[in-house]
């Protein structure tokens, strides 16, 4: 079974400084990591994945993620965090062979204060 | 262009009750995926259909739920006799998928629609 576990439920930080959220996973295999986020009655965006190749991956916005695998971990980043960025981000994870489907964390609100 | 749709974008119905949420995908994408958003239990899979291949009905939680896909395109997720635990916001995501279990490069990347708020009272 495959399992991702956001640690934090909430991280505050003021605008400028730089955001870490936090994901850990569990799967059979490689993985396959994927970072959305979704804003207030909207849907999931995708952010950015990792499938092979470089351990930072960047993305949409500013955002970038650090594939580590020996501790398992995927956490997203960026280096000057916006008013706007608040929002509640996802982790989810599939391996590259099995189900398709996506498992994701439980989300962690990301709260940027001006 | 066009992202994913889904309809309607909020349903209110009564408990034992049938109802149909509409899923639009991507033109051209060829797997499409049924997720559930609900409080208590975060983002859950429920149905994955590739192309013309038997759906993975893996993450349906009762037989009350159903979905299909017509012409390989838009999907329609069923549930009979709603619940009031089915309350719940409907999520619809469509990707570019090859039937070989891994693809990568820009395919796999699961592109989601804005949701069906449902509730049952």
């Known amino acids: 079974a495959q399992s991702v576990a956001q640690p934090e439920d909430q991280v505050n930080v003021a605008e400028g400084n730089p955001l870490t959220v936090k994901c850990t996973y569990s799967v059979s295999g490689n993985p396959y990591l994927f970072w959305y986020v979704q804003y207030p009655n909207r849907g999931l965006q995708f952010l950015l994945k990792?499938?092979?190749?470089?351990?930072l991956v960047k993305g949409s916005y500013g955002f970038e993620a650090e594939f580590n695998k020996s501790q398992t971990s995927f956490h997203l980043k960026k280096p000057s965090a916006l008013v706007s960025d608040s929002a509640l981000y996802f982790c989810a994870v599939r391996a590259l062979t099995g189900r398709r489907a996506l498992t994701f964390g439980s989300g962690t609100r990301l709260q940027v204060q001006p | 262009g066009a992202g994913v749709s889904q309809s309607p974008s909020n349903k209110v119905t009564e408990k034992g009750k049938d109802v149909e949420l509409r899923c639009d995908p991507i033109s051209g994408h060829t797997a499409l995926y049924w997720y559930r958003q609900s409080l208590g239990q975060g983002l859950e899979f429920l149905i994955y259909?590739?192309?013309?291949?038997?759906?993975?009905k893996s993450g349906l939680p009762s037989d009350r739920f159903s979905a299909e896909r017509t012409g390989g395109s838009v999907s329609t997720l069923t549930i009979q006799r709603t619940q009031q635990e089915d309350s719940a916001v409907y999520l619809c995501?469509?990707?570019?998928?090859?039937?070989?279990?891994?693809?990568?490069?820009?395919?796999?990347?699961?592109?989601f629609g804005p949701g069906t708020r449902l509730l049952v009272l």
């Open positions: 995501a469509s990707s570019f998928t090859s039937p070989r279990t891994f693809s990568g490069g820009n395919q796999e990347t699961q592109y």
């Open positions: 990792y499938i092979t190749g470089d351990n």
């Open positions: 259909f590739q192309g013309n291949s038997a759906p993975d």
